[in-house]
């Protein structure tokens, strides 16, 4: 079955800096890659997604690459801003037989500080 | 605004206690999920559906069961509580077949097994 590594565990930040979370994931069928946002007592909210059809996607402040030959893919969160703080979880599954069963990275924490 | 809603928010109970717990989402999704988040270990799949009446084991589905009766309800089902299924929660739906793939979360619920 598929695994997913997520690296590092906690980033902390000084506002406006960039923070870059790297997951890896083991399943070469896998095609479809989420990162979700989970604000600390709330749910985990999904943030951005990409397809491998595409090498990376942005949405303002927050991008994420793909490199299906390697099997990693990154989140890039630019001019960090204290809000920005939460732990973030990238995702992986193969979209087959109508059903998308996502298996999750362990999280980064990510505080950014004033 | 779409939503899941899962029944409680905090739970404690005894050990060997059998404990339901809820999930409700009023989105028409087809697929349904309970994962259980610990720290450092992210969210783990117990177990999913993706039908009235099915259900496929996920990575840890031992000391659970579950029960989809109706599309909308989803319930996970602690058939003797132990003190290691002390846990948050999370339920969620998503819907392929229409193209969304991304997960909407319910609020979880944080277990206490005493």
């Known amino acids: 079955g598929e695994n997913v590594e997520q690296h590092p565990s906690t980033l902390s930040v000084q506002e406006g800096d960039s923070a870059v979370i790297k997951c890896t994931y083991s399943?070469?069928?896998?095609?479809?890659f989420p990162w979700y946002k989970q604000e600390l007592g709330k749910r985990p909210q999904l943030i951005i997604d990409?397809?491998?059809?595409?090498g990376e996607k942005k949405d303002q402040r927050i991008a994420v690459t793909l490199n299906k030959t390697a099997k990693h893919f990154s989140l890039h969160i630019t001019e960090t801003q204290p809000e920005d703080s939460a732990v973030y979880f990238c995702a992986a599954t193969p979209l087959s037989g109508g059903y998308n069963k996502l298996i999750f990275g362990a999280g980064t924490r990510l505080a950014v500080h004033p | 605004d779409v939503k899941v809603t899962q029944s409680s928010r905090y739970l404690v109970k005894r050990t060997g206690e059998k404990v339901f717990l809820e999930c409700v989402q009023d989105?028409?999704?087809?697929?349904m999920f309970w994962y259980r988040q610990d720290p450092g270990l992210g969210l783990r799949l117990i177990y999913f559906s993706y039908d009235v009446k099915m259900k496929e084991k996920g990575d840890i589905p031992e000391g659970y069961s579950v029960s989809r009766e109706k599309k909308e309800r989803f319930s996970l089902i602690l058939e003797s509580a132990s003190t290691n299924q002390t846990s948050m929660y999370l339920c969620?739906?998503?819907?392929?077949?229409?193209?969304?793939?991304?997960?909407?979360f319910g609020s979880g619920t944080r277990l206490t097994v005493v």
């Open positions: 990409i397809r491998s059809n595409v």
């Open positions: 989105m028409d999704h087809e697929n």
């Open positions: 399943d070469s069928a896998s095609n479809y």
């Open positions: 969620a739906s998503t819907s392929p077949p229409t193209g969304d793939y991304g997960y909407t």
